[in-house]
C-alpha cells in the first residue's frame, strides 16, 4: 500500500483565496483525521470521520474551514477565505479502527500571504 | 480532561548516548499510550504503543513502559544515531464517549544527535 497521500505538498495562495487540500486514506482504514501542526500550538485536531461520517468537528477553528468525506476513498479540507494565520502544515492520518495507532501522510505546507 | 506533557526540548546528544524523553499524562479513563516521530519534512510516524498498564512497547531499540501509579510513559533508547534526529511525540488515546476517541498529541521532543 502506498500509505496516505495527501496532495498538494506544498501550497502558497493569496488572502482570501480558497484553499483544497486533499487526501486519500490506506484502503480499508475505517477512520479518517485531519490535523493541523503549528510551532505554537503543536498538533490540533480538527475534524474526524468514521466510515465517511463526520464524527467530531469541534476542532475545526471556524466557519472558514469545512471537510467532506465524500467515499471511503478520498477527503477534502476546505478554507474559504485563506487568512495568513492559516499558515500551518496539515495532515491527514487514517486508522484501521480506533484503538489501533494512526498512519500519518506527508502532510500540505499551506503558506497564505 | 485529557492532556500529555513532554520535556522541552531541544535535546542535544553525542552518538551512542543514552536516550531518555520523559511523557506524563492526565487522562479520566484508561488510556492507550503511543510514540510517534516525525523526521525532517515528513509525517508522524507510530513508533510503538502500550495499551495497558505495566505493557512495555518497542520499536527499532527504542522502549517506552506504560507506568499507571505515575502516569507515565518515557521514551528511551540506549545508544542514538545520527539517524534518531527527529521530534518524538507522545500521545495518548481514550474513549471520549458517543462512539469518539480521542488522541491527544504532547507539544513534541525534538532530538538531535551529534557524530
Known amino acids: 500500500d502506498a500509505g496516505v497521500i495527501q496532495s498538494p505538498r506544498h501550497e502558497v495562495t493569496e488572502m482570501g483565496q480558497e484553499v483544497t487540500l486533499r487526501c486519500k486514506p490506506i484502503?480499508?482504514?475505517?477512520?479518517l483525521f485531519w490535523y493541523r501542526q503549528t510551532m505554537m500550538r503543536g498538533l490540533e485536531l480538527l475534524i474526524y470521520?468514521?466510515?465517511?461520517?463526520?464524527?467530531?468537528d469541534s476542532g475545526m477553528p471556524e466557519d472558514r474551514f469545512s471537510a467532506k468525506m465524500p467515499n471511503a476513498s478520498f477527503s477534502t479540507l476546505k478554507i474559504q477565505p485563506s487568512e495568513p494565520r492559516d499558515s500551518a502544515v496539515y495532515f491527514c492520518?487514517?486508522?484501521?479502527?480506533?484503538?489501533?495507532?494512526?498512519?500519518f501522510g506527508s502532510g500540505t505546507r499551506l503558506t497564505v500571504v | 480532561g485529557n492532556s500529555v506533557t513532554q520535556m522541552e526540548g531541544p535535546v542535544t546528544l553525542s552518538e551512542e548516548a543514552f536516550l531518555t524523553i520523559n511523557c506524563t499524562y492526565t487522562?479520566?479513563?484508561?488510556?492507550?499510550l503511543f510514540w510517534y516521530v516525525q523526521y525532517p519534512g515528513e509525517g508522524l510516524q507510530l513508533l510503538l504503543k502500550?495499551?495497558?498498564?505495566?505493557d512495555k512497547g518497542s520499536n527499532k531499540g527504542f522502549e517506552a513502559t506504560y507506568r499507571k501509579e505515575t502516569t507515565s510513559f518515557h521514551l528511551e533508547k540506549g545508544s542514538v544515531q545520527v539517524s534518531d534526529s527527529a521530534v518524538y511525540f507522545c500521545?495518548?488515546?481514550?474513549?471520549?464517549?458517543?462512539?469518539?476517541?480521542?488522541?491527544?498529541f504532547g507539544k513534541g521532543t525534538k532530538l538531535s544527535v551529534i557524530p
Open positions: 492520518a487514517s486508522s484501521l479502527s480506533a484503538t489501533y495507532g494512526y498512519t
Open positions: 484502503s480499508g482504514h475505517d477512520y
Open positions: 470521520f468514521n466510515n465517511n461520517v463526520p464524527i467530531d
Open positions: 487522562a479520566t479513563g484508561y488510556p492507550s
Open positions: 502500550a495499551t495497558k498498564a505495566d
Open positions: 500521545a495518548l488515546k481514550i474513549y471520549s464517549g458517543a462512539g469518539s476517541y480521542q488522541l491527544t
